[in-house]
Structures are given as C-alpha cells and as structure tokens.
C-alpha cells in the first residue's frame, strides 16, 4: 500500500507541475457544402485515455480553430477565427468580429479557412490574461483562389472576467501586415521559462517573423532572412513545429521538402538551416516531434516517415512507419496534421473529411517500434481536416547541462492493461519494484526498457525458447513509467508499459 501511495503522490506532482492548458481540443463539423453548422467534437484528455464528445455550439468551424484551458484542464473558451466562446458555448464579452473585413463576412458563416495553425492562444504568465493570434485573409479582385494570408492580430482575453466566462480586453491588433504563410503559426517558450516567442513566415520567401509575449506585451522583433525561400504552394500546404525542447524549428511542405533550423531561446533567433527533399509527389500534411525532441514525423497522405534529428545526416535516417491501409469512413483516411498530446502520443487527422484520427502510440521509440495505429480514434463525426494546435506549455528555463521538463506525461490506462494481459508481452508484477518478468507466447532474445523520454535505460539478452523472463532493473533506476520492447529475429514482438516504483 505504501509503494502505491508513493506511486500515487508521484503522479500528482507530475499532472501539478503539467500546466493542463491543452487537455480540452475542440474540432467542428467540416462537410464542405456550404452550410452553417453547429456540432463541435471535444476531446479531453483528464482521463487516461481522451473522452470524446459533441455538443451543440455557436461557431462553425474549419481549419482556423484554436481552445484553451486553464492550469487545472478547464476548458476556458474556443475560437473559430470569427468569434470567441466559452465553456458554455456562449460567445464571450465582446467577442465578435476577429479577422474584419470582407472575408469575415463570407466565411465566418460556414467557418474561417487562414489555414491549420492559424489561431494561437498563449497564457500570460502570472495573469488570467490569455493573448489569441489569429491570420486574416484577402481575396485579390473578390477572387478566393488569388487571395493570401496578409495580416496577423492579437486580441487580448481576461478569463476572471464576468464570473470566469471571460471578457475580450482588445481585439484585432495588428502586428504584421505583410503577405505570410497560410497557418503555420507557432510558438515556444523563452530561455526565461516564462515569456513566448512566436514565429511565422513569409509568403514565397525566406522570411520569419519573430515576435515575442512577456509581461511587458507584444514586442514585434522584425524578420530574419534564412535558409531556402518557400513556393507559392509551400506557403499555402503542410505545417510547421518546434521541437518540444524548443531547440529547433522545423518546417515543412511537399513542393518544398523539410527545412530544419537551430533556434536559440534566448535571442530568438534562428541558424544552421539543413533542407531534406521528400521525393514524394504525394501531398504534404504534416509535421510533428516525439517528446523527447529526438525524432521527427513526417506525414504526406499516404505515408509517415520517422527522422532521427540527433543523426549526422538527418535525410538518411528516415524510416517509414506506417503507409495507408486503404480503410475509407466514408472517404479515404488518409494522413494529415500531428499534434503531441498531453498523454505522450501523437495524434494525426486525416485528410479527408472524415470521422477517424490515428495515433503514434510511442513515438519516442525508433523505426515501426513506435507504432502508428491507423484510424484507431473514431469521432462523432466529420471533424474538418484540422486538429487544432498547442505550443509545449510545460516547456521551462533553459538550464544550461540540465535536460528539459519533460512535455507531457504518459499514462497507463486500463484499455492498454487489458491489450497487454490478452497480447504477446505481459508484464508482472505491474506497478514493480527492483525487477519484473515479462511473458511472450513468441521466442524473444532481447528485452529494451525506455523511460518516458525515449532514452534507453536498460538492455538485457533473453534466453530464447523460456515462456518468461526475469528483468532486474538498474540500481537507483528513478520512479515514473517506462517502455518495455522485446525483440526477435523477426524484429519487435511485443511492447508495453510497466510502472517502476522506487
């Protein structure tokens, strides 16, 4: 009881130092027709593995969205780039009319389209001020196929306002009027642990824009002409990151291929620009990084690679982990936007309009280790094509020697329990202390334990032919939940989870 106990107060020092500001994302209903709608998809991610819900809601949405919560995983409020509203569905004071102008008045009845990664909500630290950025669009002679990404805003949220449904303080104050990427609007942590910097770049150009949130305001900090200059297309398709650490940015799109750079915390500034063509003539969709910072995923519709960013040459580290099973709901599900959870998974829409995400269950693991499980997620209904997208707001000082915080914190859930009793590899006593045994119903060689960073901590050569295997863990082996992978000459037989205590 003790050992469980300790375990216990383990985890609510983790989940306490988490900051839940992404444990509630909030999707729409995308049917391409025109019409306004008024379902919202909400996925919360307070239990170990994310409920799933729709509600009626005011705000059609498309691919401008955003959500927040508060530091305990409330939601706060959601944005479809039009208007903002609360955990009620109501649309907050005086939150009306983002984005103005003539697009806003087409769009916003079915819904804005600046692209994924359009909408950004950051937390002021210390306040109950939350700062929105959010892209506006042109039509070029009322043409919607001639028109671009020409402004970026930021409106300016007292969630304490009118009892905790939230108040708009200002709205719509421009930051950079210039031709910018569709979406593609990110954000890291300062060296500080406290302050923002965000990033977004130019149209077919080498532009970044660098922009940094402190308690001071928003501070405009010009543009930085490197690397490659993105295409037309390239500016209007794929996606862009940080790592969770915030060490490196990273874009990507298929006319372009991936551009990586270096990026200091402190200075917020970028270098040591790498380019990887993808050969692919598929489309590009999306980019996404394991917790750990270490590997890098990369989705066109019919593919997922895995980059190792810590290799000499990250081109030819590339494995590819998963390709489309050809499961259509009702269209093909094909693959799309990443986002990390707070669970330590990566979650990937689809394509198409469909009802289905799918999941990279341990993506701090190398090669189809990390095993990506197609369509396992399946919604309400059709949920537009977008997810929307949280910075690592966990991210903390820069210590120089010290690793980061970690970015999320994986879970065992009873679902995951239950597949390990039934599967190839059961793991037992669970949690354990000084050592478990695990059981294969397949002959394994070698059992790998990986801790919640995907950092190997032990490597252990089995017997092959023996039903189970005693694993004796590393002395001062620190408490937390870790990865154990059995391999074969076959390759991967079996993984799970196993809770170490101290």
């Not at 009845?109 to 909500?121: F, V």
């Not at 329990?417 to 037992?428: C, K, N, R, S």
Request: charged share 15%.
């Amino acid at each position: 009881m003790k050992q469980y106990l300790h375990l216990f107060f383990i985890c609510i020092a983790c989940v306490s130092y988490s900051q839940k500001y992404d444990f509630n994302w909030v999707m729409g209903y995308d049917s391409h027709l025109g019409f306004p709608n008024t379902e919202g998809i909400f996925m919360n991610f307070n239990t170990d593995t994310p409920s799933i819900s729709y509600e009626p809601i005011l705000l059609p949405m498309r691919t401008s969205l955003a959500s927040i919560s508060d530091s305990s995983g409330n939601l706060l409020f959601y944005t479809n780039g039009c208007s903002i509203a609360n955990t009620n569905h109501e649309i907050i004071e005086d939150g009306m009319g983002l984005n103005p102008g003539e697009v806003h008045d087409i769009q916003c009845q079915t819904g804005y389209t600046a692209g994924r990664q359009s909408c950004l909500i950051l937390p002021l630290q210390g306040t109950s001020y939350y700062y929105l950025f959010h892209k506006g669009i042109f039509y070029e002679n009322g043409n919607p196929a001639q028109g671009g990404t020409d402004i970026l805003y930021y409106t300016i949220i007292d969630a304490n306002e009118n009892g905790g449904h939230g108040k708009v303080l200002e709205k719509n104050i421009p930051i950079i009027q210039q031709n910018l990427t569709y979406g593609q609007l990110t954000a890291t942590k300062h060296a500080n642990g406290e302050d923002w910097w965000i990033l977004t770049g130019g149209d077919s150009n080498n532009d970044y824009h660098i922009i940094e949130l402190s308690s001071e305001g928003v501070e405009y900090h010009g543009i930085q002409n490197i690397g490659h200059s993105a295409s037309y297309n390239g500016s209007r398709g794929g996606q862009s990151n940080f790592s969770p650490d915030g060490g490196k940015f990273i874009r990507y799109s298929s006319p372009d291929g991936i551009f990586i750079f270096d990026f200091n915390r402190n200075a917020g500034i970028l270098s040591n620009f790498r380019h990887i063509p993808t050969p692919e003539t598929t489309f590009s969709t999306g980019i996404g990084v394991s917790p750990s910072s270490q590997y890098m995923y990369v989705t066109t519709d019919i593919h997922v690679f895995q980059y190792d960013l810590n290799a000499s040459d990250i081109g030819l580290s590339r494995i590819e982990v998963a390709e489309y099973n050809g499961y259509m709901s009702p269209f093909p599900t094909t693959f799309a936007q990443l986002q990390l959870g707070p669970d330590c998974r990566i979650y990937i829409s689809s394509f198409a309009t469909v009802n289905v995400l799918h999941v990279i269950q341990y993506p701090d693991l190398p090669g189809t280790a990390c095993q990506v499980d197609q369509h396992i997620i399946q919604l309400p209904f059709n949920h537009g094509r977008a997810l929307p997208y949280f910075p690592n707001y966990r991210l903390g000082p820069l210590v120089p020697g010290e690793p980061p915080a970690p970015p999320c914190v994986p879970v065992v859930s009873t679902v995951e329990e239950t597949q390990l009793a039934a599967g190839a590899l059961h793991i037992f006593p669970n949690p354990a202390h000084g050592h478990f045994t695990v059981a294969l119903t397949a002959p394994a060689t070698r059992l790998r334990l990986y801790d919640s960073m995907g950092r190997q901590v032990l490597v252990q050569s089995l017997a092959a032919g023996q039903p189970e295997h005693r694993i004796a863990l590393p002395p001062g082996l620190p408490a937390g939940v870790y990865v154990a992978v059995a391999e074969g000459s076959e390759g991967v037989l079996g993984r799970g989870r196993v809770v170490i205590l101290e």
